[in-house]
């Protein structure tokens, strides 16, 4: 085999390995279907939202009612 068919067939080899991953990249960039829409994140956020602000009302409620224990 002369060099310039080893040269040419490693040129090819590199081309195809080039095109392959390129494909790829591309194949694990596609978007990824969400398994809920942003309405409901945004809906189910909100419900958090109000239940940790409730939490946090209650918890200082509690705080201020063991230190009015403590100064009887």
């Known amino acids: 085999m002369n060099i310039n068919t080893i040269f040419l067939l490693l ?3 590199a081309a195809y390995s080039n095109l392959y991953l390129t ?3 591309i ?3 596609k978007k990824t279907k969400l398994p809920i829409s942003s309405k ?3 809906e189910r956020v909100e419900v ?3 239940s940790y ?3 946090i009302s ?4 509690l705080k201020d009612k063991r230190k009015g224990d403590m100064n009887n």
């Open 23 to 25: 494909f790829n990249t």
């Open 11 to 13: 040129l090819v080899i």
């Open 58 to 61: 209650n918890r200082k409620r």
């Open 48 to 50: 958090e939202d109000e």
């Open 53 to 55: 602000k409730s939490w």
């Open 40 to 42: 409901e994140w945004r």
């Open 27 to 29: 194949k694990q960039k």
